[in-house]
């Protein structure tokens, strides 16, 4: 089974730092990684993917994520924090038969002025 | 392009009463639909999966049951509400391939 593990329930970072959301991936084949993102009270928007490729991914909104399998690692990134980045980020993992994903707990991220 | 779509987008329900959340999908034939509740606080929880008309796989076993009456539309039902159903319901879909992409949700509250 494919489960992911995102570190820091919340993140805090000043505008214009760097945001870096961690999440962790237990696979027992290649996965595929997501990252979305959910603005309150609206549904899931997909930021980025890593199916196969290029292990530097790049997304929406400035954000990228590298697939790392030796750490088993698909930190996302974003060199410059914008106030409306603050939102909840979701890690999920797929197991490639394209039927479930499996998400993590998400990371709310704040951004202070 | 294509679109999903969820109604009511807010439900205030009183225990005991019954429920029935739609979700429909336009611009493209047979998705692979999904339901989850996000209960605060908590992770994506995924309720049920449907590959066609009729075929349903539920993943937890509880009180809400889904049927897919149309290629392009998921119901969530449930007979008698408890107030551990309140929560956040998202449908999503995916054309066949990983990703999945999600409606804009409905917001359950069982008084």
């Known amino acids: 089974a494919q489960s992911v593990t995102q570190l820091g329930s919340h993140v805090s970072v000043s505008e214009g730092a760097l945001v870096l959301l961690r999440c962790n991936y237990s696979s027992s084949v290649p996965p595929y990684l997501f990252w979305y993102v959910q603005y309150p009270n609206q549904g899931l928007q997909l930021l980025l993917k890593y199916t196969t490729g290029a292990t530097l991914v790049k997304g929406i909104n400035g954000f990228e994520a590298e697939f790392k399998k030796s750490e088993t690692s698909f930190h996302l990134t974003k060199p410059s924090a914008h106030m409306s980045d603050a939102a909840e980020y979701f890690c999920?993992?797929?197991?490639?038969?394209?039927?479930?994903?499996?998400f993590g707990k998400g990371t709310s991220l704040l951004v202070t002025p | 392009s294509q679109t999903i779509h969820q109604w009511p987008a807010t439900l205030v329900q009183p225990v005991g009463s019954p429920l029935s959340l739609e979700c429909t999908v336009e611009g493209t034939s047979n998705p692979n639909l999904y339901w989850y509740r996000q209960a605060a606080g908590r992770g994506l929880q995924l309720l049920f999966y449907s590959v066609g008309i009729g075929q349903i796989s539920s993943e937890v076993p509880q009180n809400l049951s889904a049927s897919r009456p149309q290629d392009r539309q998921f119901i969530l039902s449930s007979k008698k509400l408890l107030l551990s159903d309140s929560g956040f319901y998202l449908c999503?879909?995916?054309?066949?391939?990983?990703?999945?992409?999600f409606g804009p949700g409905t917001r359950l509250t069982v008084t």
């Open positions: 999920a993992v797929s197991d490639r038969s394209g039927y479930a994903l499996n």
């Open positions: 999503a879909w995916n054309p066949g391939t990983n990703e999945q992409y």
